[in-house]
């Protein structure tokens, strides 16, 4: 695996490659790499030819007080991970090769509507960041597909809407969540529970498992399903956040005529922010 860190070494690594009839997939990370990841590499060669990785902790993305100084950088082991995968070429540019001082300022990409709630609520300009920072990636490497996890539900639909708008020449492909054996989403986060928050974190897949069964057995009450699972979480030992039952295609509230469900759920359970979701038709 070629490593590299400017966007003129990654744009003539790339050229070569499609000079020679090869198409390009793109997994975009911030490092801190875990079997999720890994199989967004899987799927990609699948699809395309010569697959592209970043690791970039994009400052935009993180609102004040949240963990990007703490935000684990881990690029020797990650690296490893890569090429045991079979990544071809890995991006990893510094913050002032991504945000140049002398453009700050001048432009950023900004996705309505699908932002405003669930995790664009709770953290203002956070898709701002992620969009922006996404377009740029995309302008840089040029892929024929782009691969995200599933798990990060709303940031999908996000670079999906933002994709199709600006008119992106790249597929997006959705990957399905990893999981650990009790149902735990796999993040680079967990990392900051302690063993014992490992074990209780499960409960957050468990809960929009029951959910999940409850409407497709015909349980239309969103809001009583809503404060029953809020109420198990909190006994479980987790702190603030949501559980909104949406419809999958817009992420707006669910109605009884919807049929395609997507519940979208995040709580802090020690020093961790922790977020998941399921998707399912009825
Ligand atoms: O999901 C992530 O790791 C990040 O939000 C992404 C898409 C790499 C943008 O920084």
Not at 222 to 227: D, G, P, R, S
């Amino acid at each position: 695996m070629q490593t590299v860190n400017t966007i003129q070494a990654l744009r003539s690594a790339i050229a070569e490659q499609k000079r020679a009839g090869k198409t390009v997939g793109f997994v975009p990370t911030m490092g801190n790499l875990h079997e999720g990841h890994i199989s967004l590499l899987h799927e990609g060669h699948k699809h395309a030819d010569f697959m592209v990785s970043s690791i970039f902790v994009n400052p935009t993305q993180f609102g004040a007080g949240e963990d990007f100084s703490s935000y684990p950088r881990t690029l020797e082991a990650d690296s490893e991970k890569l090429a045991a995968a079979g990544c071809h070429l890995l991006f990893a540019p510094s913050a002032e090769e991504m945000y140049p001082a002398e453009t700050s300022g001048w432009a950023t990409v900004q996705v309505h509507d699908i932002t405003e709630n669930h995790c664009g609520a709770d953290r203002p300009g956070h898709f701002d960041g992620v969009s922006t920072v996404v377009c740029k990636l995309f302008n840089i490497v040029t892929p024929d597909i782009a691969l995200f996890g599933k798990k990060d539900f709303q940031q999908l639909a996000v670079i999906r809407r933002m994709t199709t708008a600006l008119c992106f020449a790249t597929r997006i492909i959705g990957v399905e969540t990893v999981r650990e054996k009790s149902g735990l989403a796999m993040s680079s986060r967990n990392g900051y529970l302690t063993q014992e928050e490992k074990s209780k974190a499960s409960l957050l897949y468990q809960q929009l498992r029951i959910a999940k069964e409850k409407i497709t057995l015909g349980e239309k009450n969103f809001a009583q399903i809503t404060k029953d699972a809020r109420e198990a979480l909190t006994q479980g030992g987790f702190g603030a956040g949501y559980f909104n039952i949406c419809n999958a295609e817009n992420l707006q509230p669910a109605t009884a005529n919807d049929i395609h469900f997507v519940i979208l759920a995040t709580a802090q359970m020690g020093g961790a922010r922790l977020i998941d979701n399921i998707d399912f038709e009825i």
